[in-house]
């Protein structure tokens, strides 16, 4: 009896510390979200590219700023609702939003993310476009990979896909648009859906 008392205290400490390091109020249901924005806005872009009269984009056409403008879209609906879902979890859990773990999931986050947008956006200036989709893949996958330690671990696996697809996409650009859709699109919602099973639902 002793001996079962003492195991279920070291798993408390054990569950204590893992709360004060990391940042595990992330919901699996924004990351559904995330995927399907991704899917629907691809397929937006895909259908006025297809069905503009040149058949391809040019990057001072207005399809081009359409399809730009459908990026940002969908990044700022997933980022929106993956701190919307994430607060309220947060709370459920009775967790802060924002304390040091959770910035230093962010930051984290942000160092790759940021470096390979700024680093995409010098190649686009210079008119190197095949090894964008590749390069957004890449770049985000670190960033996951690199997040993960103040975060649930299984980020990580994301985060090993998405470099993956960049990398293969990386040596056949010319299906940067679907390997972008699997990554961002197909990914999210396995990802998504297994970690709400995972966590959220057992949670319940």
């Given at each position: ?28 249901l924004s990351g559904i979200l995330a995927g399907i924005y991704a899917l629907i806005g691809a397929f937006v872009a895909y259908y ?33 609702t993956g701190i919307y879902m994430t607060t309220k979890k947060a709370k459920k859990n009775g967790e802060k939003i924002w304390d ?105």
């Open positions: 009896m002793e001996s079962k008392n003492y195991l279920e205290d070291i798993n408390e400490i054990k569950n204590m510390m893992n709360r004060s390091s990391r940042f595990i109020s992330l919901s699996g006025l590219v297809t069905n503009s009269v040149r058949g391809y984009l040019i990057l001072d056409g207005t399809i081009f700023r359409i399809c730009v403008a459908i990026l940002i879209g969908v990044a700022v609906m997933s980022v929106g040091s773990s959770s910035k230093r999931l962010l930051i984290n986050f942000l160092i790759p993310l940021v470096t390979g947008g700024l680093y995409i956006l010098i190649i686009i200036n210079q008119e190197r476009y095949g090894h964008t989709a590749a390069l957004m893949l890449i770049f985000y996958g670190l960033a996951l990979i690199n997040a993960s330690k103040y975060s649930l671990g299984d980020i990580r696996y994301l985060g090993y896909t998405e470099v993956i697809l960049g990398l293969i996409c990386a040596l056949i650009p010319s299906y940067g648009f679907w390997f972008w859709v699997l990554g961002f699109g197909i990914m999210h919602i396995v990802y998504g859906s297994i970690m709400h099973f995972k966590y959220d639902v057992k949670q319940n």
